[in-house]
T-cell receptor, first 114, second 110 residues
């Protein structure tokens, strides 16, 4: 059971380049999330999708776009990468929308923007 | 702004000792308080969680204590082991979002 799969694992971009981070889950979960993790800042929510066909902004959405391609896949796009977007990006999913449903995380994409 | 404030940022404990991590929250609408554990190179995973209708929950060597009046909850790791070395995050979900603390890196020395 793969759970949440993120690709790529590592990426180096030059300022101004674009890229898409891919995420897929095989647990038939309704909700999917993108977080970024920075030292001393914890996990900050970028965008989320409460169900297929919907997306909403989180705490730090500027510079990012998302697509909920289908129930399994939720991608994160950087249109014009900036050094401030150097971070570790985590995709997560959860079965329901209730508070008590735990998040299941992928193993992250480490992105460096030079 | 973080809705959950976590401390300390890091701690070192000897094998067999007790690790204590604290979190404080502002929003009284939060009604579920999970802790996530993250090993290097991996994503966080749910460790233990508590609802505010109880003051304590224990699972093995891990205990959550909850103080509703103080709006605080803490994680205690008893008999800490080297395998417990990880980063721990508290969280307070208010669907559909979860607010995470800044994280505490725990190092257990053998």
């Amino acid at each position: 059971n793969a759970g949440v799969t993120q690709t790529p694992k590592f990426q180096v971009l030059k300022t101004g380049q674009s890229m898409t981070l891919q995420c897929a889950q095989d647990m038939n979960h309704n909700s999917m999330y993108w977080y970024r993790q920075d030292p001393g800042m914890g996990l900050r929510l970028i965008y989320y999708s409460a169900s297929e066909g919907t997306t909403d902004k989180g705490e730090v959405p500027n510079g990012y776009n998302v697509s909920r391609l289908n129930k399994r896949e939720f991608s994160l796009r950087l249109e014009s990468a900036a050094p401030s977007q150097t971070s570790v990006y985590f995709c997560a999913s959860r079965a329901g929308q209730g508070n008590y449903s735990p998040l299941h995380f992928g193993n992250g994409t480490r992105l460096t923007v030079t | 702004q973080q809705q959950v404030k976590q401390s300390p940022q890091s701690l070192i404990v000897q094998k067999g000792g007790i690790s204590i991590i604290n979190c404080a929250y502002e929003n009284t609408a939060f009604d579920y308080f999970p802790w996530y554990q993250q090993f290097p190179g991996k994503g966080p995973a749910l460790l233990i969680a508590i609802r505010p209708d109880v003051s304590e929950k224990k699972e093995g060597r891990f205990t959550i204590s909850f103080n509703k009046s103080a709006k605080q909850f803490s994680l205690h790791i008893m008999d800490s082991q080297p395998g417990d070395s990880a980063t721990y995050f508290c969280a307070a979900p208010k669907v559909p979002k979860l607010s995470f603390g800044a994280g505490t890196t725990v190092t257990v020395r053998a």
